[in-house]
């Protein structure tokens, strides 16, 4: 398997335009997190599906971030519009089941810079 | 609540020698896994081993072993003979059974010296 999808691996913006980011999780895994990454904060689960269900958005930061699962191969988080605080490595990972030692495998990352 | 403490920011480790990156985590629930992820500098994060908490031995995967005192809610890392490839950012992470969520540490930035 390619593993988890990410794109694009870089995201230069500049403030208030839309950013989407995209994932493809494994196939076959039924759940899918979004992750952002900085500095400051760490790692910070943003939104997790399950089934192409959102199950837990209450770490999306504000209103201008959404995320979407249209179907079990595709899902995009967007940001609209974008501030220079959202710059941080965003990821997205995917495991089937949550039981005992299944792990989330992630994706590279997108690297977002919003100037 | 939920929380993984890792109080090493960086490390700084001869090459060859065994590094220790210490992990504690607080819950007060009995069924949960540990989890370590790597994250070179290319920045992708990587499963490195899982840890149980009714696993009674502790984790092994290669150099990697897995410290567990459950009593102390200790899940050190352990990893024997390091390389300069271990050269990254390591993160303790923990998941209650019942939860779907991952609860990562800050990290502990390991740096291997040649």
């Known amino acids: 398997d390619a593993g988890v999808i990410q794109s694009p691996r870089h995201e230069v913006t500049e403030m208030g335009q839309e950013v989407t980011l995209r994932c493809k999780p494994i196939?076959?895994?039924?759940?899918l997190f979004w992750y952002r990454q900085t500095m400051m904060r760490g790692l910070e689960l943003l939104i997790y599906?399950?089934?192409?269900?959102?199950?837990?958005d209450s770490g999306m930061p504000e209103d201008r971030f959404s995320a979407k699962m249209p179907n079990a191969s595709f899902s995009t988080l967007k940001i609209q519009p974008s501030e220079p605080r959202d710059s941080a490595v965003y990821f997205c990972a995917s495991t089937q089941g949550q039981a005992g030692r299944e792990t989330q495998y992630f994706g590279p990352g997108t690297r977002l810079l919003v100037l | 609540a939920q929380k993984i403490t890792q109080t090493q920011p960086g490390m700084f480790v001869q090459e060859k020698e065994a590094v220790t990156l210490d992990c504690t985590y607080d819950?007060?629930?009995?069924?949960?896994?540990l989890f370590w992820y790597k994250q070179p500098s290319s920045g992708e994060m990587i499963f490195l081993i899982y840890q149980g908490s009714y696993d009674e031995q502790n984790a092994t995967e290669g150099r990697y072993s897995l410290n567990f005192q459950k009593a102390r809610k200790s899940a050190n890392l352990v990893i024997s003979a390091s390389q300069l490839g271990d050269s990254a950012m390591y993160f303790c992470a923990m998941r209650l059974n019942r939860d779907d969520k991952i609860i990562f540490g800050k990290g502990t930035r390991l740096h291997i010296l040649p």
């Open positions: 819950t007060s629930d009995q069924s949960y896994g």
């Open positions: 196939s076959g895994h039924d759940y």
């Open positions: 599906f399950n089934n192409n269900v959102p199950i837990d």
